[in-house]
């Protein structure tokens, strides 16, 4: 009997530097979602294997600890070289396990790179401070390591998203258990190699696979200090709840309704081009994605442009696939609900397949009129490459709609009055605001970060405030001048 050869070879943990085998584990099948064929496998492993790794990075801990930052950060600079090296094979990876366009995933990696780029000028941001704050005493305060972190990654970045904690956390001195998300686990073995290659000690980054089991280890665990999460919001809570009443740290980022306000002054082939490019990037699996827009007043000829801009977003050359039969299949439900609910479907993405990858899980481009507040796809994350337009009168009342939300990612307003700009700024409910810009992602050295439900948990785990969460403050007040009595504190 022929055995079947996969095209990559069965996923493994990474263990104190070294790829172990857990043949203990029951295997799930890791399936491109480009063509739905199975190209590996991945081990859920058990709370065994959890254990394994947590050993391993408490026992790196105390050399990497005692390191300083300036010399931790040079494996980084090594690495940031690595990737560069390696961007061909990492955007090809990215690719094939998630099913973005190669453009996309290639901006993927270069994202990861500006992430390890920041986290090489992160001495430069923990050097402390230092005060004589009376005659012959001095406070010092200094940024101290938790010990042993762990990420927990979802499955729309594989490279990206693990580089928002990694670099950071580990920088700082900390030791990390990544725990990739189980239907694209690839990624992750491959940054720990090129991270063990740049010079990282064992034991300092270790990847154990597996799913709800493993969160829940990860939650649990007395030996994990902090715990980050990416993914949706109803796992969020749950994450953030079971972590923080197991006394950890935790930033858990959930979904979003990103609201898109466009008023009739805007300019008409900016703002289209950006509506659109912002519901179809990544195939509308990122939670900046705008998958609402507000339309306010007399915006018909904006949603002529737009609807023409989206026919040109085509699956399989512009556009890729969704993550699995399951998500087009729930996509294309909530399409078909606001239909039968008496929205207006001006472009239609269901039913979408590509020559020569009829397996694959692709939804085309879709605009959908007239949707009212109450409908599931005007309140729900979707999670497609589908655009809910709503009208209303005023921009007030386009707030009004932003604000009752859940969610709390992003927000973005297209227009050309400043006044109109500085209003939605103010006013809308959102950690990230936009204005003429569909995705309004801060860059380093800025945080990512929603409101409301779209993050529990208080600082970042990206940018300057990612210091904040992955480490703790040292105050130490010294005095060595026995003869100064000058006053209280002294």
């Not at 055995?3 to 530097?17: C, F, H, Q, T, W």
């Not at 010399?71 to 973005?100: A, C, D």
């Not at 020559?355 to 009212?372: C, I, K, L, P, S």
């Amino acid at each position: 009997m022929e055995v079947e050869v996969l095209k990559y070879p069965a996923v493994r943990n990474y263990v104190a530097g070294q790829f172990v085998a857990d043949a203990a584990a029951r295997s799930m099948d890791v399936v491109s979602p480009l063509s739905g064929a199975v190209i590996s496998t991945v081990p859920m492993s058990d709370t065994d294997a959890l254990n394994q790794a947590v050993e391993a990075a408490k026992a790196a801990y105390p050399a990497w600890s005692a390191m300083p930052i300036k010399e931790r950060v040079q494996v980084f600079y090594r690495y940031k070289t690595l990737l560069e090296k390696h961007m061909q094979e990492l955007t090809l990876l990215v690719h094939e396990e998630n099913g973005k366009t190669m453009d996309e995933a290639r901006a993927e990696v270069e994202k990861a790179i500006e992430l390890t780029e920041f986290a090489c000028s992160l001495p430069q941001l923990v050097s402390g401070e230092l005060l004589e704050v009376s005659k012959g005493v001095e406070c010092r305060a200094e940024r101290k390591p938790l010990g042993v972190v762990a990420s927990i990654a979802p499955f729309n970045f594989p490279n990206m998203v693990p580089h928002w904690t990694v670099p950071n956390a580990i920088a700082l001195g900390n030791c990390m258990i990544l725990k990739p998300s189980e239907q694209v686990p690839i990624s992750a073995g491959r940054i720990a190699e090129l991270l063990k290659e740049a010079g990282l000690p064992d034991g300092v980054f270790n990847v154990v696979n597996g799913d709800k089991e493993i969160v829940e280890a990860i939650c649990d665990h007395p030996d994990i200090q902090a715990v980050s999460f990416v993914g949706s919001t109803k796992i969020a809570k749950v994450v953030y709840r079971r972590a923080t009443n197991n006394l950890k740290r935790c930033v858990a980022l959930g979904g979003a309704k990103n609201h898109l306000l466009v008023l009739p002054d805007a300019h008409v082939e900016m703002t289209a081009s950006n509506v659109a490019a912002s519901m179809s990037g990544c195939a509308g699996q990122r939670c900046m994605a705008g998958s609402a827009m507000v339309a306010v007043g007399s915006v018909d000829h904006i949603i002529e442009k737009l609807v023409d801009e989206a026919r040109n977003i085509v699956p399989g050359k512009n556009l890729g696939s969704v993550i699995s039969r399951e998500a087009k299949e729930r996509i294309e439900r909530y399409i078909t609900e606001a239909e039968q609910a008496g929205a207006k479907v001006l472009l239609d993405g269901r039913g979408a397949t590509v020559a020569g990858q009829e397996g694959g899980y692709y939804v085309g481009a879709t605009v959908v009129d007239y949707v009212t507040p109450d409908m599931a796809i005007a309140r729900e994350e979707v999670f497609g490459p589908v655009l809910a337009i709503i009208r209303t009168k005023t921009l007030d009342e386009a707030l009004a709609i932003e604000n009752a939300s859940n969610y709390g990612n992003a927000a973005a307003v297209f227009t050309q009055s400043g006044a109109h700009a500085r209003y939605v700024m103010e006013n809308a409910s959102a950690g990230m605001i936009g204005v003429n810009i569909g995705v309004p992602v801060p860059r380093e050295p800025f945080s990512f970060g929603g409101w409301n439900e779209s993050k529990f948990g208080t600082a970042d785990i990206t940018g300057k405030s990612s210091i904040e969460f992955w480490t703790q403050i040292k105050k130490v007040t010294t005095k060595w001048n026995p003869e100064s009595r000058t006053n209280w504190m002294s």
